[in-house]
């Protein structure tokens, strides 16, 4: 009877936790993938970028298991409707933390339970998920360094170890090639994801410390959209980390960090994680939004931050922190709507990361800026772009009469958040 191997966010043969499991215990092991009809539909822009890139990632694991004699099959579907239409011996796959899949997975695994079989599922996409790192007394870490303390404290060789895939191969099903769906069978419009292919840069990484918060350089290792899909296996770039630099090592824990802070409170979906902060009162004025949408709001890091997400689907982190700043503190918007914002255009976008970012910025999260440090955008242009590089890429009408005038003065949108977010948390 054929055992299923369910891929999600970790589109790759080679080192992947739950495929070895399935390839190890079974003897029949298809490959599906499920273009949830769930997600789908809630993705406004039928030219989303991510949609191509999966497509792609799709079509490379697919010609790799039609080289070891299998195939793909790739369906369209709500996942828990397309496990009733089916009778696998098991179903295997990897852990997924986002409330949504939480729940999916929960159904998934009655409705196989109902026909007498079972969702088998694997830590794949960190080193230490849930409850692994946490205080000891056993309460989640809220603070980040403690918690990478006690994370670099607890890694030992064994964590970090390749699954042998290869080595289980011969368990694939032995199938004819599948269909492949285009993006207009799933109801999107194909299109170019712009993305390279996944290439580790060392000298990058090795670099890392010194390069990171300049956005005119290639001073980060772009694999963001690769650790969302999984393209990437984590437990390689945590060697290569270790190897090579320490402070590009925290960043692969900052992002385990906010996967584990979504696990544990999972009602920073919706709210602050510290409660005060949802008695702030935004001003979300819609035509503000649309200027910073749009990258016109005459503050020309803020603008070439937005101006590259919308035509890239990518933000250097320094811009992030910047324009999520702006957002919510000079122009007093709900850090929800940012949020909502990043999701539609980040081709890495995550929950978690996402999440954390923006509260972070908004001063409402764990382990951030206080309230009353409000980044100056022009120092940090100056800063952090000092030859308008960065800047002068995304505006080229930069020194025009056609350049916006800053839509408010820095001192006083300053003087404005404090007061707001005063009263807020004073209440
Ligand atoms: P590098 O600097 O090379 O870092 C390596 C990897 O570490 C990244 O690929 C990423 O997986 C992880 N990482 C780095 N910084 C962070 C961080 N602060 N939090 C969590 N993980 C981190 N990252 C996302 O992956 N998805 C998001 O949706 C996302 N939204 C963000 C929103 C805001 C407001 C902010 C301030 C940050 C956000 N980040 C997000 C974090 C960070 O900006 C990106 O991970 C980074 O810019 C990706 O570029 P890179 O791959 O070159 O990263």
């Not at 946490?134 to 404290?153: I, L, M, N, Q």
Request: charged share 25%.
């Amino acid at each position: 009877k054929t055992t299923l191997f369910w891929f999600r966010r970790d589109l790759r043969l080679n080192d992947n936790a739950g495929l070895y499991h399935a390839l190890r215990e079974n003897e029949d092991v298809l490959s599906v993938f499920i273009f949830d009809t769930v997600i789908l539909n809630k993705l406004e822009n039928k030219t989303d970028r991510r949609i191509g890139f999966i497509l792609s990632a799709l079509r490379t694991l697919k010609q790799q298991l039609e080289d070891a004699g299998s195939t793909l099959l790739v369906v369209h579907a709500d996942p828990v409707d397309f496990f009733k239409s089916v009778r696998p011996h098991a179903v295997y796959t990897n852990h997924d933390y986002e409330p949504y899949a939480r729940q999916r997975d929960e159904n998934v695994t009655k409705t196989l339970s109902d026909k007498g079989s079972v969702l088998r599922t694997y830590k794949d996409q960190v080193i230490f998920e849930k409850s692994e790192v946490v205080k000891s007394d056993g309460e989640p870490y809220t603070v980040f360094t403690p918690y990478s303390r006690k994370w670099k404290a607890s890694v030992n060789k064994s964590d970090l170890k390749g699954y042998a895939v290869t080595k289980y191969l011969h368990h694939l099903s032995k199938r004819d090639p599948l269909p492949f769906p285009t993006a207009k069978d799933i109801g999107f419009e194909e299109t170019d994801n712009g993305i390279a292919e996944r290439t580790i840069k060392l000298p990058v990484i090795r670099n890392y410390h010194r390069t990171r918060d300049f956005p005119a350089v290639q001073g980060t290792s772009r694999l963001s959209v690769h650790l969302r899909f999984g393209t990437v296996s984590i437990r390689r770039l945590v060697q290569i980390a270790y190897a090579n630099n320490e402070t590009w090592l925290n960043e692969l824990i900052w992002r385990e960090f906010y996967q584990m802070i979504l696990w544990h409170f999972p009602r920073v979906e919706h709210g602050a994680f510290k409660p005060a902060y949802d008695r702030m009162r935004w001003r979300n004025d819609v035509h503000e939004f649309e200027a910073w949408c749009s990258g016109q709001t005459g503050y020309p890091i803020v603008d070439a931050g937005m101006r590259e997400l919308n035509a890239t689907g990518f933000m250097h982190n320094r811009v992030r922190m910047i324009v999520a700043s702006f957002l919510t503190k000079h122009l007093l918007i709900d850090w929800r709507w940012g949020e909502a914002y990043f999701a539609s255009k980040l081709l890495d976008y995550d929950l978690a990361a996402n999440n954390g970012g923006w509260q972070w910025a908004a001063g409402s999260g764990c382990d951030t800026a206080p309230y009353f440090r409000v980044f100056n955008p022009a120092l940090q242009a100056q800063k952090f772009d000092p030859e308008l590089k960065y800047i002068r890429g995304w505006i080229p009408e930069l020194d025009t009469p056609d350049y916006p005038k800053p839509m408010v003065a820095h001192a006083e949108a300053r003087e404005r958040a404090l007061k707001q977010y005063a009263a807020a948390l004073n209440n």
